[in-house]
Structures are given as structure tokens and as C-alpha cells.
């Protein structure tokens, strides 16, 4: 068989962004229930039935994550076993159905337009069927990437896939923006017996039409990605640890030319060789370490911020709230682009540990001016400053870790742990944010939650920036394959 002397950048640059397909989605369904979430609230609060609370709405507006987390700790057995290919086709054909069953819940069994107790339930069957797929992406997408990147550039190109992430959530704050439109969102206030009620003259079109569209806006771009998918090839690294050589060889050598693939491909096979795939094989502090990147990434608190973005801002009184959401977006997407520049010159632990001060610096801020008066100005600079520490940090340097820190015989299944790890922690965070951030105290009232909601994620940045200068490894320059030695070395001492 002839294989190339040289490699192709643009080879390795396509399949690339196909992958980085999958971190779009993974920003665009988790997303777009942030614009959705209030038309949502007004529809079910409609129900007969049952009472939608305010724990309920937290649920359901989280229920995507029950199917991240599922998702997520299916991706090692389906990485391992079907390969990250076929995992992502499955993953692309997730996010489709759950789009057009999140746009219309009630198909063949329910009343249209009617809400009841149990199309609640259906809807978020949907929401978890699409959380599934955002969670065998958010493990496999990096993963791919990792695996078929040479070293010198992993660290950028795993960062595009946390740019697709944030780009995919500006995209739909724009879809959702423009679907919107002349529409307003529904006015809900809390009554006396702390029952939510739409307050009369609410938009009708936005509460029974709107947040559908929203929804299945998604089915386009899932269908886009299923279809690209299928046109890649399999990483070769997973393609080596099954005993596919020539197949590896052909495809490193695309990327890489003939003679640094056979290099790659001796280096992969010895690592393949001397360690058995028991998952604690290199000890417990890769697990932990791993696990804990996951923790710290979400408990911050960037998704409360994320998927609550214009109700935050609405209650700064700042203006139209889905302006100010689309430029955070913006905001989002040029420190994201500080990080993919700068990560393989400053390295992962610099940009993380500058990162976690600069998040805590923007929530103690908001946090405060929440105590003291201040002008509506001061808090949304301060959840810009908080929520562009994390782009440049947490955001793309987190999943560039995650994707390499492991050895390659246990990656698939340490991935799927730390991921899960992730998805149950932001599971956790995005539940529980709106009980907590309307939590009323005193004279205080609802800014003791305000307060106490950014207090906390702040003082979790400052124990988070502790954790990664104490423990996390820099593997700025290293091979995936110099991570068996780094962690044997580690576990003998």
C-alpha cells in the first residue's frame, strides 16, 4: 500500500471540524434552553393538573443533564467497543430526535397545546434522549480530536472544540433572539402562597408557539452532523488498540507522512503492550485528578449563568435581556480564542490558574453589589469579567486535559468517568441555581440569594485555582503516549 511522505494539514484541519461539529451541538442544545426556559415555565404553569413549581421548572429546565450524565458514562463502553466513530453517528442521531420531539412532545399520544402532568413527562424524555447525545459528544468529540492531533497543535485543536461549544451557544441566543422577534416572553410573577401565575396580556404566540421553534431549530445542524460523521475516518489510536495497524498507519500517515506515522505508531503499540487496561492500573491520583477537573469546571458555576442568562439579566434592569445574553456570547467566543492562541505557548496550568482568580474576581463581584448599591452596570461587567476568565480557562483547557491526561489503555473509560462526573455536577449547579438564587432573607430578600449564589461560586474558583496548582499536571508539548510513563512514574513513588 503507498501512503503519503508528507502529511496534510488540510486533511487533518476537515476531519477536525467535523468533530468540533459535535461541541456545536453539545453548545447548542444545553443552550437554547435559555431563551426557551420562561415560554416553557408560562406553558406548563397552564396545566390543570399538577402545579408547576419552581423546583419543577429547575428540573425540567435541567433535564438535559439526567441524558448528559447517562450519556457520558455510556461513552467509555461505546468508545471502547464500537469505536469514537460509530459513538458520534449515534450521538448525532440523538440530538436529531430530541430536537423534533422537544418541538413537539405531544406526537401520536398527547393533545396538542394542552398541558398536562404527563406530557411534562414526555418532554423531558425528549431532553434526556438529546442529553444523551451531548454526552457521548462532550466525552468523544475531545477525545477524537486528541487522538488524531500531533502533539505540537493537540492542545489547539482540542480548544476549537470548546470554541464550537460557546459558538454553538451564541448561535442559538441569535436563532433564539430572531425567533422571538416582535414577541415578548410571558410576565410570570410569584403570588402570596408562593405559586408562580402568567400575568394577564403575556404574549400567547411565545407561550405556545415560541419555545417549539427554539427547540427544533436544533434538528437542522443534528442532521448536518450525523451525515458528516460518517465521511471521517476512525481514530487511529482506537484503531491500533483493536489491532487495525494498516488502518491506523494509513490514517496517521495522512496527517502526519509515512515515517512520522510509523514513529507514532510504534509509540502507541508499546503503551498498548506493557500495561493491562485495568482502570487503576496507574493509580488512583489520575482518576482523581481527572474527576476533579470535571468537579471544579462545574461547580464555578458557569452553567447557572449560561443557561439562566436572560432572566440574570432582566433582573439587573439593564435593557433588553437577550441582547446583553448574545454579547456575553460574543464575549465568550473572544476569550475562548485567547485560550486556543496561547494554550500550547503559557500551557494548561497558567491558563487555569489565572482562570479560576479572574472567575472569582467577577462573582464576589456580583456578589457585592448585591450588599451594597451600586449602579446596574457593576454586576453585568462583573459576570463579563466572570464569565470570560472562564472561556480563556476552565472552558477549553478543562476538556484539552481531560482528552490527555489519561493513558491510552484506559482513556475510553477514564474519559467516561470524569465526564460523568462533570454532567452530575452541572446537573447539581444548573437544579439548583434558581431555588437558591431566589432564596429570601430578612430586608435583604431576594438579593440574600443573589448574594449568596455568586459568594459561593466564587469562594469554589479560589479552592479550584488551589487544586490545580498542587496536583494537575502541565502536559503542554508531551505525547498522549508520555502520559503512561508520567503516571507510572507517579503511582511508584
Known amino acids: 500500500m503507498d501512503y503519503p511522505e508528507k502529511g496534510s494539514k488540510g486533511y487533518l484541519f476537515s476531519i477536525v471540524l467535523v468533530a468540533v461539529l459535535g461541541g456545536l451541538l453539545f453548545g447548542y442544545d444545553t443552550a437554547v434552553i435559555s431563551g426557551a426556559e420562561k415560554g416553557l415555565q408560562a406553558f406548563f404553569l397552564g396545566a390543570k393538573d399538577f402545579v408547576y413549581t419552581d423546583v419543577i421548572h429547575g428540573i425540567t429546565s435541567s433535564s438535559a443533564l439526567l441524558g448528559c450524565i447517562l450519556g457520558s458514562a455510556l461513552s467509555g463502553f461505546c468508545a471502547q467497543n464500537y ?40 418532554f423531558n424524555l425528549y431532553r434526556i434522549i438529546g442529553g444523551i447525545g451531548v454526552g457521548l459528544a462532550s466525552a468523544i468529540c475531545p477525545m477524537y480530536i486528541a487522538e488524531v492531533a500531533p502533539s505540537n497543535i493537540r492542545g489547539t485543536l482540542v480548544s476549537w472544540n470548546q470554541f464550537a461549544i460557546i459558538f454553538g451557544q451564541l448561535v442559538v441566543y441569535f436563532v433564539n433572539f430572531l425567533i422571538l422577534g416582535d414577541h415578548t416572553n410571558p410576565i410570570i410573577e410569584k403570588t402570596a402562597e408562593n405559586i408562580y401565575i402568567v400575568v394577564s396580556g403575556s404574549d400567547a404566540w411565545t407561550i405556545m408557539t415560541g419555545w417549539r421553534y427554539m427547540f427544533g431549530s436544533e434538528a437542522f445542524v ?153 449602579a446596574p ?9 466572570y464569565s470570560a476568565s472562564f472561556m480563556f480557562s476552565w472552558g477549553p483547557i478543562c476538556w484539552v486535559l481531560i482528552s490527555e491526561i489519561f493513558p491510552n489503555t484506559i482513556r475510553g473509560a477514564a474519559v467516561a468517568i470524569a465526564v460523568a462526573f462533570q454532567w452530575i455536577f452541572n446537573f447539581i449547579v444548573s437544579s439548583t441555581f434558581v431555588p437558591m438564587y431566589n432564596m429570601e432573607l430578612g430586608e435583604m430578600g431576594s438579593r440574600f440569594g443573589h448574594m449568596f449564589a455568586y459568594a459561593l461560586y466564587g469562594v469554589i474558583c479560589v479552592i479550584a ?19 503512561t510513563a508520567l503516571w507510572r512514574n507517579r503511582s511508584a513513588k
Open 83 to 122: 469505536g469514537r466513530k460509530k459513538s458520534l453517528i449515534l450521538a448525532g442521531v440523538f440530538f436529531f430526535l430530541s430536537a423534533l420531539g422537544s418541538y413537539y412532545p405531544e406526537f401520536l399520544f398527547f393533545e396538542h397545546g394542552k398541558p398536562t402532568y404527563s406530557l411534562l413527562w414526555m
Open 465 to 483: 485555582a488551589v487544586f490545580v496548582y498542587k496536583l494537575v499536571p502541565e502536559t503542554k508539548g508531551k505525547t498522549l503516549e508520555d502520559m
Open 222 to 374: 443534528a442532521g448536518a452532523f450525523t451525515i458528516l460523521v460518517c465521511l471521517v475516518p476512525e481514530s487511529p489510536r482506537y484503531l491500533a488498540l483493536v489491532g487495525k495497524d494498516e488502518s491506523a498507519l494509513s490514517v496517521l500517515a495522512r496527517i502526519n507522512g509515512i515515517q512520522k506515522a510509523r514513529e507514532i505508531l510504534a509509540d502507541i503499540k508499546s503503551t498498548v503492550d506493557v500495561k493491562s487496561e485495568r482502570l487503576f492500573s496507574f493509580g488512583v491520583m489520575v482518576i482523581f485528578v481527572g474527576i476533579m477537573l470535571s468537579v471544579f469546571q462545574q461547580a464555578v458555576g458557569i452553567n447557572a449563568v449560561l443557561y439562566y442568562a436572560p432572566r440574570i439579566f432582566e433582573s439587573m434592569n439593564m435593557g433588553n435581556p437577550m441582547v446583553q445574553t448574545i454579547i456575553m456570547g460574543i464575549v465568550n467566543i473572544s476569550f475562548t480564542l485567547v485560550a486556543i492562541f496561547t494554550v500550547e505557548k503559557l500551557g494548561r496550568k497558567p491558563l487555569l490558574i489565572w482562570g479560576s482568580i479572574g472567575m472569582a474576581i467577577g462573582a464576589i463581584g456580583v456578589a457585592v453589589s448585591n450588599i451594597i448599591t451600586v
Open 377 to 385: 452596570i457593576v454586576p453585568v461587567v462583573c459576570i463579563m469579567i
